[in-house]
């Protein structure tokens, strides 16, 4: 027994147990993408389910973004429950209509009278030098526009929990996995990618950031692999004294204000880490809500941590240099604890 | 009883509920053009009066719809583009809430939040929207639940010649044919894409024409024809509910007016319309059913004051009916 | 003479008049898009072109975004300059790819061998009933992907002379004009959308956001309508005693920092109005600059103004709802300058 | 000189020129899996190794390149997907510093910023792309251009039998059907996208079939076959290039290696790639020439020889330069 309550499972076989697990409880489930079937999902996100529930309900397709994703909205119109996978997050722009014009929408501009309880799932992330469009993780793309919600879990505790919350919810749900903590045999092992995962069908809400850590020096918000770069900086910061805290701030839309602002509170300072564009993205977003809603308890300067405006380069100290990392996070936690 | 020739046999009730669903759809229109336009005279201006915004009306081409819809039933779906009113009507769309949500009050389809674009009537299961194209896929959704479900219904999806360019009548026209689908895409080709010709937009005579590249069937229309429509459309809907795949239908019609209201029309002819209005589909049918006997000048007249009291009940409605209050706004993004 | 100088024009002629400019100085330009020909645009951007430079250099296509986007680019690529019409700007999503993988990118991922000199010019906006999929601004979405300039020019004057740097520049550049701005027969006749524009070519710079009035006690920074609404709460805020600054932002990226924080060190106060989404909107982005890099500076919170993360909807009352207009601007600029 | 057979008649340069690139090619990728691997045994991790990232090799595909390549000259354009060196190579990209780009070097035609699925040589007017379909349009505007300036330039687009399934590929086979504009696409039949069959993701058997639905010409290629590839593509040039209009050319081609490197290939038979090597294009090419007296064993070996030597030297300028400067990844967003 206790064997099996400390489970461990890499970040792509939690989240192919979610979707198990709601296949089997509701016959409404199913999931339609490019090399779901036998191939697994390029990033393990079905892995084994094409064996177990065949091809019927897991449904290779053609590379046709636009006609499969706009297929599973008017499935789901129809009652279904459809999980569909857009391979990399940099293919949006080929759907992108479907997602934002009908998915996020259709429930909007029917006065509610269509739901469509559909999951959209997606790999972000760079870092293993896949080049420009192959590496991003758009996250305030998605999250900027209203009608979906949208998640980036960074465990794989998580990653099972808020797919099987994303799967039962009613409402469109965009469910970013990032690569590299998916724990791919064939990509840099980290140990963030596996953690332990309880075998039943649990659920994460998809509406609250997580305090992964307390501090009372500095708060740093970060998600996916920012987060997982924040508490490594944050246990640096220990070693000199300064207790940084850690936002995993897992949900993009709705964002989880109320975590933010009572950690600021408390700190009195605001790092926000993203590996997305730093120019109208997340850091933008956390730092105004702070900057509407708590800035008389700033007592330095918030400080954004994110790619600098370019699109991803191929070469190694090309995309290292403009990636966010825990060092970065670090440095710029120690000027701000120094700042007056 | 039925009308039959040659190639098509139609049941007389078949044919008089075509001929009083075009007829309601017609004035529906010809009403609206009146409602649209009060609020922007003497000045023309998108966003005044009783229904602001665009507005894109579909005088001249009720035979598609009607063609089609004849062989529908409930649970059969129906997705249709930013010109939708006769699709909607033929498929059995509240017309009350519908008018309702064209005036933009809360007892609307949309409680005033779609507008005329953007109609959903799941108990009827149609659905429009405003991006070209975008529809089809949605009709191949429905098309793949109802056979998972085990079911016989169908998908059918308008859209215009002009959206026969758009890659997602590529992609969902193949999606549906690996997959099977009862799909039907009806391509009503009404000569413009806003002002773009079909010479000018499309390198291919007609759409059926295309069925090729997905091995599936393709039918053609011409003459804006209800009978034939009603015709190549039985077959269509036959092959669809019995699992033999999708089609493509094409059919010629006509759009009487411009684009949308208030397009100045400049490119084209100014003899154009008044030739079309020669040809109006209705007026054909009124007469064919005297000539062969099928209904009396009466039993017309009859048919077309029930369907015109109908869009006067629903006109009406809309009037009456209160807006939604400001704040509502914010709700209905998600569901609970 | 006289006369001459003071001609006014509507923002549809001053866009037409540039590309007009343009066509004539240089045989390289053309334009292609949907019913640009015999319609003259839409939204007439495009008003009178065909009958002077006919249909080679005018060109309607299909409604086929993806394809003739991307053939701008790859004519572009040769070393013509093309300028190209995505209709509305809510339609992007049939045609993203092209726009942000490809128009943004290729210069960057070509080590700067390539060089994509075109324009895209696209309709924004709401105001006019035109619902959830015709009316939005989507700037956030565009100015956030790096590669692209964005600019949202907010007069004729600054229509013309930027459409003119637009063209003549080297880079993509994403040109956003307002329907509502562009003075058209059929839509409300607003006084903002007719200003003096000089009949000869000029350039306006890509860059610069521009102080539109100066006042001391608050900086209002808005874009094409918000900025028109600013100017009309300033002036009932003045007839209060309070003067407010107003920065018409014109550009979004490259975001012209410093002539925000100029403002803001001098005013100590700000508010960003916005007619694209709140949330990872421009509300966000300007905040965030401002309590990155003038915190002490700020002496009351930041107030953010923009579509509260909804559909647009259709309904009058409603549409106006979610709307930013001068009265709300107004009610937080006095709520703002007398917060202790 | 030249082969000649009752379809085609080659000059024998231009055969020794096909062998000689096909080996190229082929001995580039073989090379290329060599240098993939370095760092990253015993344990796989994409991102180690000299030459980190996706990695999508060519191998067995080297017929489409050639075939076609052997008709263009410089200013005609070459638009590639994300498997484009056979196509590089046979466009005659340099090598030298297309190999550097996969390197990461500061001397790569990207300066390191794109590597190998983002190769732009404007000198010999080729690109190539990671994202499926967008490269047809490219490849329009090339031929846009073409024709503005009054050139008999074309324009070729390779694309994957799964790409024509892109709305991508619709929209600009009809737009460069519309405008009458010297495109050829080539769609290369490996049986797979990834890891979909064409079975599963392609409604109709060959996309030369789909050339119906633009009114232009559609070609077919089976076996693999150079010189065949190399009959309809001189067709589809000249036609191209006197203004006749758009190709669709369809070849049947192999995918020897998985869809990248360390693909675990379990959707395809064991069996599969073992036959697919007995048929080897440039073995069978090598046969027919020494068979037909076109070129001796000698010959053969010394072009070999210099193609091998052209690529050895390739490598070795790539893995001798430099990285570029980290702080250089702020550069080239703009030009000035
Ligand atoms: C993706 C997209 N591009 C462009 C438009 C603008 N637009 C609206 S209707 C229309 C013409 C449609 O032509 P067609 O499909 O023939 O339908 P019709 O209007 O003739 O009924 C266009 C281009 C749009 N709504 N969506
Ligand atoms: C729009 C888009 N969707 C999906 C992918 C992921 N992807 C990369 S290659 C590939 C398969 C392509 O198959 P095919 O066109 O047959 O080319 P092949 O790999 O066989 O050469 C897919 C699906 C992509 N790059 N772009
Ligand atoms: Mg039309
Ligand atoms: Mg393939």
Chains 1, 3 share one sequence.
Not at chain 2, 139 to 144: D, I, K, M, P, R
Request: hydrophobic share 40%; net charge negative; glycine share 8%.
């Amino acid at each position: 027994m206790e064997a099996v309550k400390k489970r461990m499972l890499t970040g792509n076989k939690a989240m192919a147990e979610a979707i198990d697990l709601e296949m089997e409880r509701d016959p409404n489930v199913f999931v339609l993408g490019e090399d779901v079937g036998k191939y697994g999902g390029i990033f393990g996100s079905t892995q084994g389910l094409f064996e177990k529930f065949g091809g019927d309900r897991v449904m290779d397709t053609p590379i046709s973004e636009t006609a499969f994703i706009g297929a599973a909205i008017g499935a789901a119109a129809e009652g279904l429950r459809p999980i569909t996978e857009l391979m990399f997050v940099d293919f949006f722009g080929v759907c992108m209509d479907q997602i934002y014009n009908h998915m996020a929408k259709i429930q909007y501009m029917s006065g509610g009278n269509v739901k469509l309880p559909m999951v959209l799932m997606t790999a972000v992330g760079g870092g293993y030098n896949d080049a420009a469009q192959h590496s991003q993780t758009l996250y305030a793309t998605f999250a900027h526009l209203p009608g979906m919600k949208v998640v980036a879990p960074s465990t794989p505790h998580d990653l099972k929990g808020m797919m099987i919350s994303a799967i039962r919810d009613d409402n469109p749900v965009v469910f970013m996995f990032h690569k590299t903590l998916q724990g791919l045999g064939w990509m840099d092992q980290l140990d963030a990618s596996v953690s332990h995962v309880p075998e039943e069908a649990y659920t994460v809400p998809l509406d609250k950031a997580n305090v992964v850590r307390e501090g009372r020096d500095v708060t740093i918000v970060g998600l996916q692999m920012t987060m997982h770069y924040a508490l490594e900086a944050a246990e640096k910061l220990a070693r000199e004294g300064i207790e940084a805290e850690v936002i995993d701030l897992r949900s993009l839309a709705p964002i989880d204000k109320e975590t933010i602002l009572e950690s600021v509170r408390k700190t009195h300072r605001l790092i926000v880490a993203d590996e997305d564009y730093l120019s109208y993205g997340v850091t933008a977003e956390i730092s105004a809500i702070v900057a509407e809603e708590a800035l008389y308890d700033l007592e330095a300067p918030v400080k954004r941590i994110a790619i600098p405006d370019v699109p991803i380069p191929y070469s190694r100290p090309l995309e290292q240099f403009v990636l966010p990392n825990a060092d970065k996070i670090y440095r710029e936690a120690i000027k701000l604890v120094n700042e007056e | 009883m039925a009308l039959t020739s040659e190639k098509v046999t139609i049941p007389v009730e078949k044919l008089k509920w075509m001929y009083e669903t075009m007829v309601k759809s017609r004035y529906f229109e010809d009403t609206m053009v009146e409602a649209y336009n009060e609020g922007k005279q003497p000045v023309f201006n998108i966003g005044a009066g009783p229904v602001p915004g665009e507005m894109h009306l579909s005088t001249g081409q009720e035979p598609a719809a009607v063609g089609i819809c004849a062989h529908l039933q409930k649970e059969d779906t129906v997705t249709s583009p930013h010109r939708p009113h006769h699709h909607a009507i033929a498929k059995g769309v509240d017309l009350k809430r519908m008018t309702a949500e064209m005036f933009g009050k809360v007892t609307g389809l949309g409680k005033g939040k779609g507008g005329h674009m953007h109609l959903f009537d799941p108990d009827v299961k149609f659905s429009c929207g405003g991006i070209i194209a975008a529809g089809i896929p949605h009709a191949v959704g429905a098309a793949l639940a109802a056979k998972k479900k085990g079911k016989d219904w169908v998908a059918v999806t308008f859209v215009g010649e002009g959206a026969a360019n758009a890659g997602g009548f590529h992609e969902s026209l193949n999606l549906a044919a690996v997959w099977k689908l009862p799909l039907i895409v009806v391509v009503e080709d009404n000569a413009y894409g806003i002002s773009v010709s079909k010479r000018d937009s499309t390198a291919v005579e007609s759409n059926d024409k295309r069925a090729a590249a997905y091995g599936i069937a393709g039918a053609y229309v011409a003459n804006n024809d209800p009978l034939e429509m009603y015709r190549v459309s039985e077959e269509a809907v036959k092959r669809a509910r019995s699992g033999a795949g999708p089609t493509i239908i094409e059919i010629e019609t006509h759009r009487h007016l411009g684009h949308f209201q208030g397009d100045p029309e400049l490119y084209r002819d100014m003899e154009e319309v008044p030739g079309l209005r020669k040809l109006d589909p209705i007026m054909k049918l009124r007469e064919l059913m005297i000539v062969e006997g099928i209904a009396t000048e009466e039993e017309i007249e009859s048919l077309e004051t029930t369907a015109k009291k109908e869009v006067d009940e629903a006109y009406a409605f809309a009037r009456e009916s209160e807006y939604p209050k400001p704040e509502e706004a914010l709700e209905d993004v998600f569901s609970k």
